[in-house]
């Protein structure tokens, strides 16, 4: 069988799981053992990429290097008021 890959894409929280010998194994996150991570991507001054927890943790000090919420945005048009804003 074909690898499979499922991905929850939630606003606020993710999840990723595959199937390995027709059961379906949870992934977590790196160095943690939680299996839903925070939908959050950021960047630090030196351009070093952080994702979910340790992202969310920095959003407060780098605000405007984190995103987050972009599921909100998906299939929206660039120059849409709503993306704009």
Request: proline content about 5%; some cysteine; glycine content about 10%.
């Amino acid at each position: 069988m074909e690898p499979v890959i499922g991905i929850d894409l939630g606003t606020t929280n993710s999840c990723v799981a595959i199937l390995e010998d027709e059961r379906p194994i949870v992934l977590t996150g790196r160095g943690s053992a939680k299996k839903v991570l925070p939908s959050i991507v950021g960047f630090t001054e030196k351009g070093k990429r952080l994702v979910g927890l340790i992202a969310k943790r920095q959003s407060v000090t780098n605000a405007e290097n984190t995103i987050y919420a972009v599921k909100r945005l998906m299939g929206r048009k660039w120059d849409s008021p709503i993306v704009a804003s």
